[in-house]
């Protein structure tokens, strides 16, 4: 026969845990620190004891001293650098000006492969595109492009609106006093494409740029 006490004790934990987690904050797991994730992993083993027999209300309690050590560590994280430094750790550049940082990479035990994966799923085809790329503290890849492979931004659609006007206007000048505009062609003629594409070496299996042996 099913235990009556199963059943509110399920319900309590539910009720209980949503409000433990609510006070602890609403961040993902990608975006959790190191003293988040244990103490969320904590709370989680925690929850499923009443169920097996042990007192509710004790789980309950001791998931609440868990959730405001989480919030006094966040607090002392905001009052000193040396505390947050200590337990969140520090970005780490894995690019820069489109060159990997391979020291930094080793460091990490973090391969060319697994770089490459995180900037793809970015939309990033080439290393050679990325200004500078960082490892965050939770672990999520943050990286700028450099000027000429970022995305126009509607400034930019405005500015280049502004400059075809002028040119229609400079051309409808020109027509006017009996001259012919003849636009110039480029004389290094079609920019070369650097870099590998990143997208390509997940068809051909293998990397274009051959990364350093210790890191692939």
Do not use: C
């Not at 085809?125 to 890849?141: F, H, I, R, W, Y």
């Not at 492009?145 to 995305?151: I, M």
């Amino acid at each position: 026969m099913l235990d009556i006490h199963l059943i509110w004790k399920a319900i309590l934990v539910v009720l209980g845990g949503t409000l433990l987690l609510r006070i602890a904050g609403r961040k993902s797991i990608s975006q959790m620190s190191l003293a988040q994730v244990v103490i969320m992993i904590g709370i989680g083993s925690l929850l499923v004891q009443p169920i097996a027999g042990e007192s509710i209300w004790t789980t309950l309690f001791v998931g609440l001293i868990l959730v405001v050590s989480l919030v006094v560590i966040e607090y002392m994280q905001i009052k000193a650098d040396w505390i947050e430094k200590f337990i969140t750790g520090r970005s780490k550049v894995l690019i820069k000006d489109g060159e990997l940082q391979t020291d930094t990479l080793k460091k990490l035990r973090l391969t060319v492969d697994q770089l490459e994966m995180k900037l793809r799923q970015n939309q990033i085809s080439k290393l050679s595109d990325v200004q500078e790329a960082t490892l965050e503290p939770n672990g999520q890849v943050g990286f700028i492009l450099k000027e000429s492979s970022r995305p126009a931004t509607n400034n930019d659609v405005h500015l280049l609106k502004q400059e075809v006007f002028a040119l229609r206007q400079l051309i409808g000048s020109l027509s006017l006093n009996g001259q012919q505009y003849i636009p110039q062609s480029p004389v290094n003629g079609k920019n070369k494409e650097e870099g590998n594409d990143l997208f390509k070496e997940v068809a051909l299996e293998s990397h274009t740029i051959e990364p350093p042996r210790n890191l692939q």
